[in-house]
């Protein structure tokens, strides 16, 4: 039986989370289709076909699908739901509004945030935040699920999948989406951020963190941050700490610059995913928690690394 | 690390498997007392003195209390937790339902107050001497004085202070000057200053209730001639709501070792013309009635010293588990390990962490006693039970305290180097400890009540009724069978005893003949009464632990507190043997020397 | 307008679950237990729409165990009117407590369920979703905003990059995000009376519920240790690192 994929786009372009659960479901190992549920969105479906390992892709251009309402959403996947074994959405905002409500309409259980693929029916799953990793096993004749994007690599280019059309279903009419407003160039929040750029007492004074690390954490679309001594210098305001009496925080990617890493400070950031440490000093014990270290002036080092990301 | 987490499990422990619970829930007017309704309490209560008021420790100690020239105020944050907490009734809980309490037992009172405590100490003094006020005036004041400062302070809309101390007058109250003239009018002007009035001035409510110690124009000397007043910072309107400023002023604040975001005043009264206030009960019997209130307060005090070791033994602990350094002993080129691993670090956190315990359970067991004490129906168990409180209020009070200091500097001691550093902030919990016993009467002021009015003046019957039930613990653990850290327990337990009891008939002997030298034992001697009471519960405790391990219990809980009780008896308890020494033999070299001397 | 709010029980967010060493699962005995913080969320949002005139009653339902009761009356501490609570001491997954959740809105028929958007022991973010598919309901997860009037719930929700604003029909499911609000601390005289507030218990039978698992967890194990750092050269291999080892830029 063939996998179905839900895609993320927004009619103009198909996301890359996409690309991730597509190689989730090639782990599966059938025919995988991707469900293009959208309004004029015939730019994503193209951009579907061309992904690896699709096999077709099926669209259903609808101007009730234009915002991709769970309701109109789910009930469209549940009409097309037959012959599938495995339904997949990324574990996006989206993907997790549409999945459980399809999963409750086939009577079958959903499993979320799956990152590992044991079987066709074992999957492995984070429950507590991350703290533990569950196993489980599915008993239902369809596996709903949704798909950690950073479990797995994202598919590549070069696919020809079939497009075809697939027939609407009806506005429900239960929901209307009366606005967005996506956030694009402020940086984000220190506790929310992906990324995270921090800086101490080796920037030397506050001129030097904002002539800095502002660039840098603008290239990476990153939150500032800043170890205690640097607020004690003065260099940014108290909001700005990360430590024991400032914020915890576990981003994607946390880069020191010019911070010694004292234990107060280690004990607010050591829970990231990937620690960069810049410091010029090889025995500052920050290198003992990063994943990269990088022994350098950060004066030249930080510019460089704008440029390299930028 | 700031955080505070109250130790919930040990103190349901406590109240439910040592101090009572269920036995204080029959009491009367504590009938919608509940196991489930005492833990839904203390979450909610650990919710808000980690989630409100612990964040605000350090940020208090930092900025402090700031005076401008008459005003004080408050650290950054202090008027909304106090707004906070005021609305979320807590200042209610013990009081009378009658003005607005919830009328919850003592006991209950006393584990939501080590929160406060523990998590913000300089915060928690405020409500805590409004409570003395509220207890003054709901036991000696006139039915006027109840209804128009009662309500308002069991609310927590207003605040209230007592007001004993003078420049000439510290531990010995005699020596008060301030002066109260009546006015014809049922009325006086308070003319003379206060000083260490805790939260004596503020800028988080708009009205300070004073309770103040006075004397009247004819008064005898001594202390046979102080009244008691309330002086209210604004006088009230006929509709009860705050009017004209009284002539009370804050005329600077003091720079202290620690609390520091407790604003200790010296308040001056009657500089412009003399500050109206209204006398409490009876012209001349004014620190009779501080006396009663006193045993609150000295309990309370006493509490500090538990939540203190309680903060400074999670702090330590955190930093133990976290820090990385040196590899395990007796492991060769083995990885690094975090400092809980090494001997001595253990020893210093069991040492906190058993000492805490006892302190605590020692504490609540007081509490559930003074419950008894006000509300048995029968006379004789209420007698009996005051006798104990009686005695054991200068322990909770001394012994508890003393040992904060000592634990909050074991605490600074297992951070290294970084707990000399005030930014760790293990340091603040020992310079906060240091006041605790210094004020509501010194270790030797406890000592000395101890002593005397508590031991000799009552021929030691209450003292050699506990021993007699320390000794039923003993037999206990006999019972219990050979396994080792029983037998430990007992042991430690049995001598310990014996070395109280030897004390006990010092102290009896030598008191009515010569006080001195019996005094020079006097803080060794509640030190020791304080160590072994400790060993006394710990020893209840692993008992009952052993017991629920026996039922079934998979509860770690259980089998920590057996533990923890064979390391109390292993390395604290044998103190007693040193101290009854000093007690029963101290005296010579301590009073051989002429001043000169010295 | 009645509003139901689901409140979970689960290991308190202070607490760090420890992986069973036989990995049948974490070990949750004798750990502290605390309403779900999301669903305080919840409960919260639905007793300030009580507080302000919009809604008439606050329902808080707990299914699990036994002392799910105290989940219910932490609820009704924050202000729940009343509380349900539906009894099993089956492992209730949410597909199962979505349809208890179904068998309850079509008794009490309520105009809204609140509920948090996630449980922070299972991490699923389902039961609203499946709760409404149930109902044939609209849905407004991820709520940081909510207003009612008029049989229209407009709702603003975290998504993706940033927030989208949604008009859903009443009756229907909102899940609450972090945002929403700041639950209140419980005030002592809530906490007394709420001992009093009626508490009914009824059975998944009672219901006509099937509530067998469909997920069997066949093992529970710590999550990978981080690997020993490297040092990098330059700039140019970090940034390689980063792109094609950790993949984080």
Same mark, same amino acid.
């Given at each position: 039986m063939a996998i179905l994929v839900i895609a993320e786009h927004d009619n103009a372009s198909l996301k890359a989370a996409t690309l991730n659960t597509v190689s989730a479901a090639a782990k599966l190992g059938s025919e995988i289709h991707v469900l293009v549920a959208g309004a004029n969105c015939a730019a994503a479906a193209a951009d579907v076909a061309k992904v690896a390992g699709v096999t077709k892709v099926r669209v259903a251009d609808a101007a009730h699908y234009d915002s991709q309402t769970a309701e109109n959403v789910a009930a469209l996947v549940v009409a097309n739901a037959s012959g599938y074994s495995h339904i997949l959405a990324p574990s996006t905002a989206n993907g997790k509004n549409v999945a459980p409500r399809v999963a409750a309409l086939l009577d079958v259980a959903q499993i979320s945030d799956v990152t590992g693929i044991e079987s066709a029916d074992t999957f492995v799953r984070p429950i507590y935040a991350g703290n533990a990793m569950a196993t489980v096993k599915s008993s239902d004749a369809v596996k709903v699920m949704t798909v950690r994007t950073t479990a797995f690599e994202a598919a590549?280019?070069?696919?020809?999948?079939?497009?075809?059309?697939?027939?609407?279903?009806?506005?429900?009419?239960?929901?209307?989406?009366? +606005?967005?407003?996506?956030?694009?160039?402020?940086?984000?929040?220190? +506790?929310?951020?992906?990324?995270?750029?921090?800086?101490?007492?080796?920037?030397?004074?506050?001129?030097?963190?904002?002539?800095?690390?502002?660039?840098?954490?603008?290239?990476?679309?990153?939150?500032?941050?800043?170890?205690?001594?640097?607020?004690?210098?003065? !260099?940014?305001?108290?909001? !700005?700490?990360?430590?024991?009496?400032?914020?915890?925080?576990?981003?994607?990617? !946390?880069?020191?610059?010019?911070?010694? +890493?004292?234990?107060?400070?280690?004990?607010?950031?050591?829970?990231?995913?990937?620690?960069?440490?810049?410091?010029?000093?090889?025995?500052?014990?920050?290198?003992?928690?990063?994943? !990269?270290?990088?022994?350098?002036?950060?004066?030249?080092?930080?510019?460089?690394?704008?440029?390299?990301? +930028? | 690390m700031s955080q505070y987490t109250a130790p919930i499990r040990d103190m349901q422990f406590v109240m439910r498997e040592l101090a009572g619970l269920d036995e204080v829930a029959k009491l009367p007017g504590c009938e919608e007392v509940s196991a489930d309704l005492v833990d839904a309490i203390l979450d909610e209560a650990n919710k808000f003195a980690s989630g409100v008021l612990a964040p605000l420790n350090r940020t208090g100690d930092q900025e402090g209390a700031k005076w401008d020239g008459g005003n004080v105020r408050t650290a950054p944050g202090w008027k909304e937790a106090y707004k906070q907490f005021a609305e979320a009734g807590w200042t209610a809980l013990a009081c009378e339902p009658e003005f607005g309490g919830q009328g919850l037992p003592k006991l209950v009172a006393t584990a939501v107050m080590e929160m406060w405590k523990a998590a913000n100490m300089a915060f928690s003094l405020c409500p805590m001497l409004t409570n003395g006020a509220i207890e003054a005036v709901t036991l000696r004041g006139t039915d006027e004085q109840k209804a128009a400062y009662l309500p308002k302070m069991v609310s927590g809309e207003w605040t209230g202070t007592m007001n004993l101390t003078e420049p000439q007058a510290g531990s010995d109250l005699a020596a008060v000057r301030t002066r109260a003239e009546p006015q014809g009018d049922g009325t006086y002007k308070i003319f003379g200053q206060k000083i260490f009035i805790t939260y004596g001035e503020h800028d988080m409510t708009d009205n300070i209730v004073h309770l103040v110690l006075a004397r009247l124009p004819d008064a005898p000397e001594g202390v046979k001639g102080i009244s008691l007043f309330v002086v209210p910072k604004f006088l009230l309107n006929a509709d009860g709501t705050p009017g004209a400023r009284n002539d009370v002023q804050c005329v600077s604040i003091e720079h202290k070792l620690g609390i520091h975001a407790s604003p200790t005043c010296v308040l001056a009264f009657g500089d412009h013309g003399g500050a109206i206030g209204t006398l409490v009960g009876e012209e001349n019997r004014g620190l009779e009635y501080m006396f009663i209130m006193m045993n609150e307060a000295r309990f309370a005090v006493g509490m500090e010293g538990v939540a203190l070791s309680e903060r400074a033994y999670q702090h330590a602990l955190a930093y133990a588990k976290d820090r990385v350094q040196g590899t395990e002993m007796g492991v060769r080129g083995g990885p690094k390990v975090s400092i809980i691993h090494h001997p001595d670090v253990r020893r210093m956190l069991m040492s906190m962490k058993s000492q805490t315990e006892a302190m605590r359970a020692l504490a609540y067991v007081v509490a559930a006693a003074n419950d008894a004490a006000h509300r048995d129906p029968d006379a004789a168990v209420r007698a009996e039970n005051q006798a104990f409180v009686d005695l054991m209020i200068p322990v909770v009070k001394g012994w508890s305290t003393e040992n904060s200091i000592d634990i909050a500097s074991t605490g600074v001691q297992v951070h290294g180097g970084m707990g000399f550093i005030e930014e760790t902030g293990a340091a603040q919990h020992l310079r906060d400890s240091r006041i605790t016993t210094i004020y509501e009467g010194t270790t030797a002021i406890q000592a000395n009540d101890l002593i005397g009015r508590k031991t000799a003046r009552e021929g030691g019957v209450t003292i050699k009724a506990l021993i007699a039930e320390m000794r039923g613990v003993v037999a206990q653990l006999g019972e219990h069978g050979g396994e080792e850290a029983f037998v430990a327990i007992r042991r430690s337990l049995e001598s310990g005893i014996a070395a109280l009891e030897a004390a006990v008939e010092y102290v009896l002997a030598t008191y009515g003949k010569d006080v001195k030298a019996a005094s020079v034992g006097s803080v060794p001697f509640l030190k020791l009464l304080g160590i072994v009471a400790g060993g006394w519960l710990m020893a209840r405790a692993a008992l009952v632990s052993s017991m629920r391990v026996a039922e079934g219990s998979t509860d770690e809980f259980y089998k920590t507190k057996i533990v923890t009780a064979r390391f109390y008896a292993d390395h604290i308890l044998p103190q007693a043997q040193a101290l009854s020494y000093s007690v029963v033999n101290g005296a010579a070299g301590a009073l051989a020397l002429d001043e000169a001397q010295f | 307008m009645k509003i139901l709010v689901p409140v979970k029980r689960v290991v308190d967010y202070n607490v760090k679950v420890r992986v069973k060493a036989d990995g049948t699962g974490v070990d949750i005995a004798n750990v502290k237990m605390s309403m779900n913080p999301f669903d305080e969320i919840a409960v919260e949002e639905a007793v300030r729409l009580r507080e302000a005139g919009i809604a008439t009653e606050v329902v808080a339902v707990s299914c699990g165990v036994a002392a799910c009761q105290e989940t219910i009356r932490a609820a009704m501490a924050i202000g729940a009117d009343r509380g349900i609570l539906v009894e099993s001491d089956v492992e209730l997954q949410p597909l199962a407590v979505a349809k208890l959740l179904k068998a309850l809105c079509d008794k009490e028929q309520p105009t809204v369920v609140i509920c948090g958007k996630q449980? @922070?022991?299972?991490?699923?973010?389902?039961?609203?979703?499946?709760?409404?598919?149930?109902? $044939?309901?609209?849905?407004?997860?991820?709520?940081?905003?909510?207003?009612?009037?008029? $049989?229209?719930?407009?709702?603003?929700?975290? @998504?993706? $990059?940033?927030l989208e604003t949604v008009e859903i029909k009443l009756p229907a499911v909102v899940t609450t995000d972090l945002r929403l609000n700041e639950p209140r601390y419980a005030t002592l005289p809530n906490i007394m009376k709420a001992k009093k507030k009626p508490l009914e218990t009824v059975k998944p039978a009672d219901l006509g519920v099937d509530v067998a698992p469909r997920l069997a967890t066949l093992k529970v194990a710590e999550p990978p240790k981080r690997s020993a750092g490297v040092r990098v050269a330059d700039v140019a291999q970090l940034v390689d690192k980063l792109k094609n080892e950790a993949k984080v830029i």
């Open positions: 590549g280019q070069g696919g020809a999948a079939a497009v075809e059309a697939v027939a609407a279903g009806p506005d429900l009419g239960l929901a209307s989406v009366k +606005g967005r407003e996506l956030t694009k160039s402020a940086r984000p929040e220190l +506790g929310a951020a992906k990324i995270i750029v921090s800086g101490g007492r080796g920037l030397g004074n506050s001129e030097n963190y904002h002539k800095l690390l502002e660039p840098l954490a603008d290239a990476l679309g990153a939150a500032l941050g800043a170890s205690r001594a640097a607020v004690d210098a003065g !260099y940014v305001p108290n909001d !700005y700490q990360v430590g024991q009496t400032g914020k915890i925080v576990a981003p994607q990617l !946390y880069i020191a610059v010019g911070i010694s +890493g004292a234990i107060q400070h280690l004990a607010g950031m050591k829970d990231s995913k990937v620690i960069v440490a810049i410091n010029k000093d090889p025995e500052a014990p920050i290198f003992q928690v990063a994943d !990269y270290g990088l022994v350098g002036d950060l004066f030249e080092v930080v510019p460089e690394l704008v440029k390299a990301v +930028g | - | 449980a @922070i022991d299972d991490d699923s973010n389902q039961t609203g979703q499946m709760l409404a598919a149930l109902m $044939g309901w609209p849905q407004a997860t991820f709520a940081s905003k909510v207003q009612l009037a008029d $049989g229209v719930a407009t709702v603003m929700r975290e @998504i993706d $990059g940033g």
